[in-house]
């Protein structure tokens, strides 16, 4: 029987890294209108990775106008969705004194490797749900307290982008549980601050934003922004969640069991769970999506950039824009690429080990290998390291019954063919839907009354197409895997030492040659 709706349509806004994309859905799914706004991401030095707030929150304004612009009906209601991990220093004015730093900004690296060394870094772990990793705002807050203390000291609050793109719509200063549960400074048992993780961090509880849910309803907006958008006043505000959570909702992974695989520049696999915990050895995070649903999981930073390296420095003679050319190219090596293996760590990695610290390295090469192989084996190297977040979701007490993928891999049918065979296990590929954006509508739906629980996802979710393992293809990567896995730690030595080594090497071709 289908699920019973009252009609409206709301406005699923994701804060991505590099775009805001606004999408409207009615209760039935459909999308009615999108809109992209894209915005850059900024490296000023070695492992800076920032953004400028007042350009994400104009892409927020300008994707929001248009899709309002483009709808025949009347806006239920907003919600939103950003990336996690951002950090922005406010002013008593509320306006931002320092940069958003990114997810992917590793200047904090050596105050996170401090935190991981020390016997507290793994209860701190399973305590916050977050891993003791550059990513996180803990140790980017240490990154601060150390080396810019005058700065430090200035900022009267300390929040995410998504925080403050609303603290500009609705003039209130919130955090959602689940944005919070990835800053590393929320006990994710108690849904309140950690107090060991402040001290550490230096702040107090009153420099972060308010503790609200994910489905928080907030008043409405204030007359400038309202102009801004061209939406009234009244129109109701879901403070929504994290991108990682709500991929799960929008590919309608919402039962334990089901498990949410994306692979776009980067790559993810979430599972839900009812209840909030980490694995033993913490190679998984455990992040909020509403007080009786977590997702369980670990990202990874090298996806489909792999494949576009690949290109570059293998096959340059294919183009910019080769990308079927060289999967086709990979398809001409065979499963288990001759016995090559690459360690796709082209920037360092989190999940399952969570350090900054490795390369990317091919072990096996023979003068047989040919650039198929290298080509495949990168590809295959990236599918066996979600292969490895996966045995830590078990690891965490997880059963796994079922996949569904997204993402821009998911065009290629060997990429699907070899997730499935290095996963061991069905994967699904649902169809149409933009994943974070819709399970951010579907989630302000859900707070908003027009529908009775989010999960309607996994009904109103249509799947395109189930690929199965190849079982003679599948007993190759099987028997690799443990050999993959082990090769990480027996080259951390050679990590390190090349850590030490590359400031003083060369990167440029010498010009007088």
């Known amino acids: 029987m289908p699920p019973v709706t009252m009609p409206g349509v709301v406005i699923g806004v994701d804060i991505g890294t590099t775009s805001t994309k606004a999408n409207a859905y009615d209760t039935a799914g459909k999308q009615l209108a999108s809109h992209l706004v894209g915005y850059p991401l900024n490296n000023p030095q070695p492992g800076y990775a920032e953004q400028d707030p007042q350009l994400i929150l104009e892409a927020v304004f300008k994707s929001i106008s248009m899709v309002a612009a483009e709808l025949a009906v009347p806006v239920s209601g907003l919600a939103f969705c950003s990336a996690m991990h951002s950090l922005i220093g406010l002013d008593p004015a509320g306006d931002p004194i320092t940069p958003s730093l990114t997810w992917a900004d590793s200047r904090s690296t050596r105050q996170a490797e401090r935190l991981r060394a020390v016997p507290s870094g793994l209860a701190l772990h399973r305590r916050t749900g977050t891993p003791m990793h550059p990513m996180s705002p803990l140790p980017k807050l240490l990154w601060f307290a150390e080396q810019e203390p005058k700065l430090f000291e200035s900022v009267t609050h300390w929040v995410g982008i998504k925080d403050w793109v609303l603290l500009r719509l609705c003039d209130t200063l919130v955090t959602d549980h689940s944005i919070a549960s990835a800053t590393g400074l929320l006990n994710i048992h108690r849904l309140e601050w950690d107090s060991e993780a402040l001290a550490i961090a230096g702040i107090t509880e009153e420099q972060l934003p308010r503790l609200v849910a994910t489905t928080a309803v907030l008043p409405g907006l204030t007359p400038q922004a309202a102009a801004e958008i061209d939406l009234p006043q009244h129109t109701p505000v879901v403070v929504g969640a994290g991108d990682g959570p709500l991929a799960n909702l929008g590919l309608g992974a919402v039962h334990p069991g089901m498990v949410a695989c994306s692979i776009g520049t980067s790559g993810a696999m979430r599972v839900m769970v009812e209840r909030p915990g980490v694995d033993p050895l913490g190679g998984v995070f455990c992040y909020a999506l509403t007080e009786h649903r977590w997702a369980v999981g670990g990202a990874i930073n090298n996806g489909g950039i792999v494949l576009k390296w690949a290109g570059a420095a293998l096959a340059p003679d294919l183009g910019e824009h080769s990308e079927e050319d060289l999967v086709a190219l990979a398809a001409r090596a065979p499963a288990g690429s001759g016995g090559l293996i690459m360690l796709p760590y082209l920037h360092s990695e989190r999940a399952p080990h969570w350090s900054a610290l490795p390369r990317g390295a091919y072990v096996g090469l023979t003068h047989a290998h040919r650039r198929e192989h290298l080509i ?12 490895l977040v996966l045995s830590s979701v078990r690891a965490a007490g997880n059963e796994v019954h079922e996949v569904r993928a997204s993402g821009g891999f998911a065009r290629s049918g060997l990429w ?19 994943g974070s954006s819709f399970g951010a509508a579907l989630l302000g739906m859900q707070a908003l009354g027009l529908i009775p629980s989010i999960d309607v996802a996994a009904d109103l979710v249509r799947i395109e197409e189930t ?11 099987a028997a690799l895997l443990p050999l993959f896995a082990e090769l990480y730690d027996a080259l951390v030595p050679a990590f390190t030492s090349m850590r030490r080594l590359a400031p003083g090497l060369p990167t440029d071709p010498d010009p007088s040659r």
Do not use: I, K
């Open 376 to 387: 495949r084996a990168a590809m295959e190297g990236v599918c066996q390291q979600l292969a």
């Open 416 to 434: 699907r063919q070899m997730l499935a065979d290095v996963l061991g296990l069905p994967v699904s590929f649902p169809a149409g839907h933009e």
């Open 467 to 477: 690929v199965r393992p190849d079982p003679a293809a599948a007993a190759t990567y």
